[in-house]
């Protein structure tokens, strides 16, 4: 890579390229910057004649990073999240100190329980924090985090391989799938004594793994239905206390209902356990470092295996 060499680097031009990047278009970047179009790709021509490399690969229908590209975003990614940072110092109303707020994203599958101990851990350890939860799609939440409306997501998903380069992920916890319903139906499948085939309402397991034939017919040794699947966990939750046949889902779900004892359980074997993640941006904001830091993620012995 030739780089000119310059006392500064044109940060318009490096503003241009950025907004580019996290919306995916030239048209949505000029609209959002409330400039033509033509000023856009000028700055990003001139920002990669400085690098000596093209930054995008331009299509008719999409604008995707060169490898170049998704290096020089990491960097920019940095720059623009200090720069939000100060401003953020700079409009505190008390004093201009450090405007301490978490802003996390929840995909919609992800288990309410999990998420409340999740939060309730902020309350309880740093109660000058304020929290801004949002919930969405995981696509829908991570173009949020790219643009640095957000600190964080929980999600059961994997960043894709292609996002590796400006994102970092840690596993905050498992729970184990189970098979769970009113008593009376989860005591007759142990007695093997089922009344009828039993419908089933299942979690739609992230591994795309086959849960009824592979783990839960076997294990029961009865009949059982498949009459609806989905990733929405608080919803798998009201079927399994609805008496209407078994929810499959993560433990973690239920784990209220567990404890009132208006459901039971039976753990499927050797079924892979559902994972949770947060994901954030490699560059960590700076109201998250420090001596008087907020711990992004509790540690993750204070959230498995629910």
Known sequence: MAVQQMEWLNFRHLYAFWMVARVG??????????????????????????????????THRVVELTPVGRRLLGYANAIFSQSRAINAWLDDDEGMRERRIVRMGVVG?????FVFRLLTDYVDKAPDVQLSVSTGSYAELYA??????????????????????????????????????????????????????????????PYEVDILEKY????????????????????????????KGVAILPRVGVLEDLEAGTVEAIEIQRCPEVLIYGITMNQTAPAFEGADAVELWPREAETSNP
């Open 25 to 58: 278009s030239f048209t949505r970047a000029a609209a959002e910057m409330r400039v033509a179009q033509s000023a856009v790709s000028a700055q990003v021509g001139s920002l990669e004649d400085y690098v000596g490399e093209r930054l995008f690969v331009r």
């Open 144 to 205: 949020m985090l790219r643009r640095f409306e957000l600190d964080a997501i929980v999600t059961l998903d994997l960043p894709k391989k292609k996002d590796m380069i400006e994102v970092s992920y840690q596993r905050l916890g498992e729970s184990r799938m189970c098979i769970v319903a009113v008593p009376s139906i989860i005591r007759g499948l142990r007695r093997k004594r089922p009344v009828g085939p039993i419908d089933a309402f299942k979690f739609r397991h």
């Open 109 to 113: 599958g992800s288990s309410r329980n």
């Open 216 to 243: 839960v017919r076997p294990q029961l040794g009865v009949d059982v239905t498949l009459r609806m699947d989905t990733d929405d966990i608080p919803l798998l939750r009201f079927f399994a206390n609805s008496g």
